[in-house]
Structures are given as structure tokens and as C-alpha cells.
Nanobody, 121 residues
């Protein structure tokens, strides 16, 4: 089956940086959009950044200018470089891929289990 595995979360002070990685595995032929979502306690899950297979990028206004999404299609990996972190960035960050074509079949989307980012003030 298709799996997405995030890594890179941790504890960082405000103003610091973290780099998140997400690797997709499972005999995948193609993935359209890959992106990062986050969910803080008591809040809804929100889109942080995404990149289509064609290279179109979208950022949430709250992270624009601070976060950068990148993608390595050969390694089926998406990254999120997070700079100038703020306490309000604290959340579980989830990797997402959509319109996945794999040996196991076609999937509308797939989610990783998340990685926790905690930003202290």
C-alpha cells in the first residue's frame, strides 16, 4: 500500500528553523499534488503549503515568506523548510499526496501520520 512518512519535527525556540521531510513509498508511479497541512489543538486542519506535479505552489498567508516547499520527484519526497518560526506554528504537521497512481491502485489521497512541531516563546 501507499505510505507517506514524515520526519523532522521537534522543539524549537521562536525565530528558529526546522526542515520537514515526507517520503512516499509503495511502488508509486505518480502523485499529482503533494503538500503539508497542520492541525493545532482546538483548531481545524489547515493547508500550509502545496505543490502540484507541474510545479504550481500555494502557501497559506500565515506562512508566506517564512516557509518554503520543495519537491524531489525522483525520490518521491516533499520538504518544508520553516524559518522564523512562531509559537502559533505549533501543531502536528501532516504530509498529503493526492491523485496517486501506484501498483496497488489509484488513490484520491493519502496522509502521513504526522510529525509534531513545537515552537516555544
Amino acid at each position: 500500500q501507499v505510505q507517506l512518512v514524515e520526519s523532522g519535527g521537534g522543539l524549537v525556540q521562536a525565530g528558529g528553523s526546522l526542515r520537514l521531510s515526507c517520503v512516499a513509498s509503495g511502488s508509486i508511479f505518480s502523485i499529482n499534488t503533494m503538500g503539508w497541512y497542520r492541525q493545532a489543538p482546538g483548531k481545524q486542519r489547515e493547508l500550509v503549503a502545496s505543490m502540484t506535479g507541474g510545479g504550481r505552489i500555494n502557501y497559506a498567508e500565515s506562512v508566506k515568506g517564512r516557509f518554503t516547499i520543495s519537491r524531489d520527484n525522483a525520490r518521491k519526497t516533499v520538504y518544508l523548510q520553516m524559518n522564523s518560526l512562531k509559537p502559533e506554528d505549533t501543531a502536528v504537521y501532516y504530509c498529503n499526496g493526492d491523485e496517486i497512481v501506484a501498483a496497488a491502485g489509484r488513490f484520491t489521497d493519502a496522509w502521513g501520520r504526522g510529525t509534531l512541531v513545537t515552537v516555544s516563546s
